[in-house]
């Protein structure tokens, strides 16, 4: 079984620039959660998707966006890139909420 | 809000025991456990949602006091494997789905 594919797994971008960040769930699996990870802040949810509803967001401003497909893949949006948004994006699946969820191996995002 | 791991950071021998804990100031629905290695994902290790209950994987077992908002992992008969960041999650009950991170363990086991 296929893990949790994330592409690309790195990324440079220039300040002002916008990023789009794919994520390929495990296959069967309906909730796809993204986080933001960095050495000061730590591991910070951004949102979960299920079944293409946003169903939660973390407390990060209108320039992250996210959308789920129907076959459960997701896309997450950065605009207006800013220096401080360099990390590493990480992704999780889950076959439903509150059960085990698997990491991609992350996008580790530049910004210059 | 965030929840409040401690200890920040423990060394170990092999063969030794650990415990990290996992406190909220806020009624708990779930908490979960992962563990990172360095420039690697965080791998799952398990969910408790039930207040009290306490599951196991491998020689690495979690509680889950809903009273005390709080969970505890327990890292027995420690392996070198088991060298990592581990991180607790938690979802309160009136934000369930939206996970918040604990800062954080680094666990070192040395030979």
């Known amino acids: 079984k296929a893990g949790v594919t994330q592409t690309p797994r790195y990324l440079i971008k220039t300040r002002g620039q916008q990023v789009t960040l794919s994520c390929s769930p495990i296959s069967g699996h309906r909730s796809v959660s993204w986080y933001q990870q960095t050495p000061g802040q730590g591991l910070q949810f951004l949102f979960e998707y299920f079944s293409e509803t946003q169903r939660n967001k973390g407390n990060f401003p209108g320039r992250f966006s996210g959308r789920q497909f129907s076959n459960s893949r997701s896309e997450m949006n950065v605009s207006t890139l800013e220096l401080g948004d360099s990390a590493l994006y990480l992704c999780?699946?889950?076959?439903?909420?509150?059960?085990?969820?698997?990491f991609g191996q992350g996008t580790r995002l530049t910004v210059v | 809000q965030q929840p409040v791991q401690s200890p920040q950071a423990v060394i170990l021998r092999e063969g030794e025991d650990a415990v990290i804990n996992c406190s909220s100031s806020?009624?708990?629905?779930?908490v979960h456990w992962y563990r990172q290695k360095h420039g690697e994902a965080p791998v799952f290790l398990m969910i408790?949602?039930?207040?009290?209950e306490q599951k196991g994987h491998e020689k690495i077992s979690a509680s889950f006091n809903e009273k005390k908002q709080q969970s505890s992992l327990y890292l027995t008969a420690s392996q070198l494997s088991y060298s990592g960041t581990y991180f607790c999650?938690?979802?309160?009950?009136?934000?369930?789905?939206?996970?918040?991170f604990g800062d954080g363990t680094t666990l070192t086991v040395k030979p």
């Open positions: 999650g938690t979802e309160v009950y009136t934000n369930a789905g939206k996970s918040t």
């Open positions: 408790l949602l039930k207040g009290g």
């Open positions: 999780a699946s889950s076959p439903v909420a509150d059960t085990e969820a698997f």
């Open positions: 806020k009624a708990l629905y779930s």
